[in-house]
């Protein structure tokens, strides 16, 4: 007779296969939207970035923070009034505007897409890091593909791409950072920590708290972000980083400049929605605070912590997006680190019960009210195989 069962995880699979293929649809939709809709793509987030490109590559890549020839640059592209107090200001580190200047050659539609497969490239660099780290960890391939399945089309990391934001390359240094500390590779994770420089406020509470443990990996840090640096200073020169600190400045306001503080999905968001009319320069003194106790919280953590685990690099990447003071919905991208980890240790916590002749669903119970009490922002994805391996369990009722 026929194991009956079976039927409870075939569904499941066909659950996750038909929301696969009805997010490629959403996907593939909002891709023929944006490209037959006139100026959609002109009025995305890449504006800055090809302005920028060009900026390099007429007057140099030392005056692509210069607010003015930003805003010419803009305006002459757009037809629209841009000027030094309302254009898309540039204010990412200069890691990639090598690439953008020789892009900026092409129409804005020609480079988006040139640029946009670029990202796509960082993505699939990442890719294999998930791989090899999932399957050290005893999952199967399929398993495994179902995961990075799911990578590639979580939802802000599609619309940073289709914003032509540079998150990929946020999400590649937190891969290479979150496999090093996993492996015991401190060079590893220091240099990849490096890379989420892209992204500064992000880098800073995650790197802090290395001084108290794993100093390797705050070494290699150190190393990664000085050859970052003397990088950036061979591409813009002094005048560059003055005018880079000026934009800084600019973007630390929240307020114009297409920034939209409230708009956003951080602690300084949460504030300015639900006690609207706030004064901002308290906002913003509390968010800076929040930044710092966060900082120190790691920090604590850390030094009282007998290792680095899946959970405390989780922590540490959640807690970095919600006090950065400033953040849009494709940098949660980032989040993909937490529930890769999450994924991990729900395996784990399914494989240890199996072994243990125990309940599947205490080693469930035990992680989460042990581990996660509080860590609701977790709970965001649309997960795999974590869950397929527990309803398996469940399906085999193990005594």
């Not at 890549?61 to 107090?85: C, H, I, K, M, R």
């Not at 680095?308 to 540490?316: E, H, P, V, Y």
């Not at 006090?323 to 395996?347: K, M, Q």
């Amino acid at each position: 007779m026929k194991d009956k069962t079976t039927f409870p995880l075939r569904y499941f699979r066909i659950l996750m296969i038909t929301a696969i293929v009805v997010l490629v649809v959403i996907y593939s939709l909002v891709t023929y939207s944006l490209i037959h809709t006139p100026w959609r793509l002109e009025g995305s987030d890449f504006l800055a970035f090809y302005s920028a490109g060009r900026v390099g590559r007429e007057f140099g890549l030392s005056n692509v923070y210069n607010s003015t020839l930003e805003a010419a640059a803009q305006a002459e592209f757009t037809g629209l009034p841009y000027d030094d107090s309302n254009f898309l200001p540039p204010n990412h580190p200069p890691f990639l505007y090598p690439i953008l200047t020789l892009l900026a050659m092409f129409d804005y539609r020609t480079a988006l897409l040139g640029y946009a497969l670029l990202l796509a490239g960082l993505v699939v660099c990442g890719l294999p890091v998930v791989y090899s780290l999932l399957r050290q960890n005893g999952w199967s391939r399929g398993q495994t593909w179902w995961m990075l399945v799911g990578v590639v089309i979580f939802e802000p990391l599609i619309i940073s791409i289709f914003k032509g934001q540079d998150s990929a390359l946020l999400l590649l240094g937190g891969l290479l950072w979150f496999y090093g500390l996993n492996r015991g590779d401190d060079r590893l994770a220091g240099l990849g920590l490096s890379l989420t420089l892209i992204r500064p406020r992000v880098a800073i509470v995650m790197a802090v708290p290395f001084l108290f443990k794993r100093r390797k990996v705050f070494g290699w840090f150190c190393i990664g972000t000085a050859a970052l640096r003397l990088y950036s200073f061979i591409l813009v020169g002094m005048r560059g980083v003055q005018d880079y600190m000026s934009i800084l400045k600019i973007s630390a306001n929240g307020q114009g400049f297409g920034m939209g503080e409230a708009n956003i999905f951080n602690f300084t968001a949460i504030l300015l929605r639900l006690i609207p009319g706030l004064n901002l320069n308290l906002v913003h003194l509390l968010s800076w605070g929040l930044f710092a106790a966060c900082c120190v919280a790691l920090c604590v953590i850390w030094s009282r912590s007998k290792e680095i685990n899946n959970f405390s690099i989780g922590l540490a990447a959640i807690l970095s997006l919600f006090a950065a003071p400033h953040l849009h919905y494709h940098d949660l991208a980032f989040l993909l680190i937490p529930l890769i980890g999450l994924g991990l240790e729900l395996v784990k916590a399914g494989k240890k019960a199996f072994f243990c002749r125990q309940p599947p669903d205490h080693g469930i119970h035990d992680l989460f009210t042990r581990r996660l009490v509080g860590s609701s922002a977790l709970d965001i994805p649309f997960f795999t195989d974590d869950l397929i391996t527990h309803v398996d369990m469940v399906r085999r009722k193990v005594p």
